[in-house]
């Protein structure tokens, strides 16, 4: 973990990975970007990527909402199938798995 608040936002995420796995259908999800990097600001959103194995736009949606509910802030979510080649790489390299 980078920092005390990378591993904030880790932990909350962890600690409802039944939850998101039973609810929408996640296989793996992290955090990436400042958070990771553990320099985020006050107006930092979350960056999270996940894999999931019903990547439909309900469950998307529904996961977007339930991650912004549980960290208090909001969240970029990407889905990992759509990561544009060229940013591949950085995001493998900074992000930190729940």
Request: proline share 4%.
């Amino acid at each position: 973990m980078k920092n005390e608040t990378t591993g904030t936002v880790v932990r909350q995420i962890a600690d409802i990975s039944r939850e998101l796995s039973d609810r929408f259908t996640v296989l793996r999800i992290g955090v990436f970007g400042s958070y990771a990097r553990g320099n985020e600001s006050p107006e930092s959103d979350v960056d999270i990527i996940v894999e999931m194995a019903e990547p439909t736009f309900d469950n998307y949606m529904d996961l977007k909402f339930r991650l912004e509910e549980v960290l208090q802030r909001s969240v970029d979510l990407v889905i990992a199938d759509t990561v544009k080649p060229r940013l591949k790489p950085i995001i493998e390299r900074e992000v930190v798995y729940a």
